[in-house]
């Protein structure tokens, strides 16, 4: 060792700047291009767009005027056009629905309690007909089904459906509970049409047999106005009094009769005179004779 190096007690002591240069770090020269893993914060850097400038706010807008804006002004596609025209053209037809409803009740809007009662009876009574008559329907196909012998008991039904067109058609006499409605025309107003209507409503009510001062009506029965006063039925001359003999349930053919505007008050108002009888036995003998047809034949033939 030389002896102008000097030991560590000889050497000066650093003063307080120099202290703090030698605890810093040194500067570290720049560099030239690193690799990819030091581009690549400089490029996403670069490819930072400027910072915008601040937007100005936007007005706010209340719930109602939200509404407005986006129904107005109306932007519709060809699927919600065609969906609106769909659900209009369903509007009117509804609405022509109701006003024809509307239309056919206002018939019964001025009838009087009491009528409008005798209206849902007669209804009423009509179901259970309807529903009686749906009943045997029923019991006659189980019979043809679980009968042992079918072939007898079709001859059997058959035989039954004879009879029962046979009354039908006025070739058998038939006998039952009913009405006698007796129409007594002292002034002479009373027209064919009107017994017509009668006849039509005793029909309707569920009549089964008919008879007019000993004509027999039946399906092709027509009525006429001849010369001389009287009513014609079928061609055959009758005059009043025309007393009916009608075969059927008298609950529900009298109440037909005498609905509000019906057959009785039609009748009333010509000045003639009605009168309703119920009975548990109506005969009705009055025949019209079996018409072979000239043409017609059997397709079981």
């Known amino acids: 060792m030389s002896n102008q190096e000097e030991t560590p007690e000889q050497a000066p002591k650093a003063s307080p700047e120099n202290w703090l240069s030698k605890k810093l770090p040194e500067e570290v020269p720049a560099e030239g291009p690193k690799t990819s893993e030091t581009e690549a914060p400089q490029t996403s850097k670069a490819s930072e767009p400027p910072e915008s400038e601040p937007e100005q706010a936007e007005p706010t807008l209340s719930g109602r005027q939200r509404l407005v804006n986006g129904l107005w002004p109306p932007r519709l596609s ?13 509007g009117f037809g509804l609405a022509v629905q109701v006003a024809s409803n509307s239309d056919g009740d206002g018939a019964l809007r001025g009838a009087r309690q009491e009528d409008l009662v005798r209206i849902l009876d007669e209804l009423d ?17 189980t019979e043809l089904e679980n009968s042992s012998d079918q072939a007898e008991e079709a001859r ?23 009405i ?8 002479g107003t009373v027209e064919a049409d009107m017994l017509l209507d009668a006849i039509q409503e005793l029909r309707a009510a569920g009549s089964e047999a008919i008879q007019v ?8 029965t027509y009525l006429t106005d001849p010369s001389g006063g009287g009513v014609s039925v079928d061609g055959n001359k ?9 075969i059927g349930k008298p609950q529900d053919l009298e109440p037909a009769l005498n ?6 008050q039609t009748l009333e108002k010509e000045q003639a005179t009605v009168t309703v009888e119920r009975s548990d036995k109506i005969i009705v003998d009055a025949l ?3 018409k072979q047809p000239d043409y017609a034949r059997s397709s079981s033939q």
């Open 288 to 290: 019209r004779p079996a």
């Open 78 to 90: 060809r699927a919600q056009f065609i969906v609106a025209l769909l659900l209009f053209g369903l």
């Open 180 to 187: 006698t409605l007796t129409i007594d025309d002292t002034e």
């Open 238 to 246: 009758i005059s009043a009094p025309y007393r009916f003999k009608v």
């Open 125 to 141: 009574d009509r179901t259970q007909r309807l529903e009686e008559e749906k009943q045997g329907l029923e019991d006659q196909r």
């Open 259 to 264: 609905i509000p505007g019906g057959v009785v």
């Open 213 to 220: 001062n000993g004509v027999r009506v039946v399906a092709s």
């Open 156 to 178: 059997k039904q058959t035989v039954e459906k004879e009879k029962q067109l046979g009354i039908l058609a006025g070739t058998v006499a038939a006998q039952g509970p009913g």
